[in-house]
C-alpha cells in the first residue's frame, strides 16, 4: 500500500515539527474505518484496541485531490483532511492487516478521508 502528496510526500507525522501551514493533495491507497463491532464504554479507539472496526471502506485514488491541512503555532497544533498512517504498525495488525496480508508491508501506508484534531501539547 502506498500514498503520494502533489507538494510533498504524506508522513505519518501528522503535526508539523515548526510553526507554520502545511496544505497538500493526496492520493494513493484509502483506508476509512466506518463502523465499530460494538461501543466503548469509555471512548477508547477502535484503532488500538478491542472492540475493533468491524467495517471499513478501502480503495485507491488515482489523483491527488483529497485535501490535507496541517498548522502550528507554539505548542498548539491542528490538522484536518487526507491524514497518513502506516498500515504496516502493530495497532492494526488485529482488524485491518489480517485481511489484508497481500499488501500490507513493512513501510505501507495509507490515508483517512476526513479526521482532524486539535492539541495544545505539541513539544
Same mark, same amino acid.
Given at each position: 500500500?502506498?500514498? $503520494?502528496?502533489l507538494?510533498? +510526500?504524506?508522513?505519518? *507525522?501528522? %503535526? ?15 483506508? /476509512?474505518p466506518?463502523? =465499530?463491532?460494538? *461501543?466503548? +464504554?469509555?471512548? *477508547?479507539?477502535?484503532?488500538?484496541? +478491542?472492540? %475493533? ?9 488515482p489523483?491527488?485531490i483529497?485535501?490535507?491541512?496541517s ?8 490538522y $484536518? ?5 502506516g498500515?504496516? *504498525?502493530?495497532?492494526y495488525?488485529? =482488524?485491518?492487516?489480517?485481511?489484508? /496480508?497481500?499488501?500490507? %508491508?513493512?513501510?505501507?501506508r495509507a ?11 505539541? /513539544?
Amino acid at each position: 500500500m502506498r500514498t $503520494f502528496g502533489l507538494f510533498n +510526500p504524506p508522513t505519518t *507525522s501528522p %503535526y508539523r515539527a515548526t510553526n507554520g501551514i502545511t496544505f497538500d493533495l493526496r492520493g494513493g491507497d484509502v483506508v /476509512q474505518p466506518l463502523a =465499530w463491532t460494538a *461501543s466503548n +464504554p469509555d471512548g *477508547s479507539s477502535a484503532w488500538f484496541m +478491542p472492540p %475493533y472496526f468491524k467495517r471499513w471502506l478501502r480503495f485507491y485514488m488515482p489523483l491527488p485531490i483529497l485535501p490535507w491541512l496541517s498548522i502550528r503555532v507554539g505548542r498548539f497544533g491542528f490538522y $484536518f483532511g487526507a491524514k497518513c498512517f502506516g498500515v504496516d *504498525s502493530e495497532a492494526y495488525k488485529d =482488524w485491518f492487516a489480517k485481511t489484508a /496480508q497481500s499488501d500490507v %508491508y513493512v513501510g505501507s501506508r495509507a490515508v483517512m478521508l476526513l479526521t482532524a484534531r486539535f492539541t495544545g501539547k505539541l /513539544q
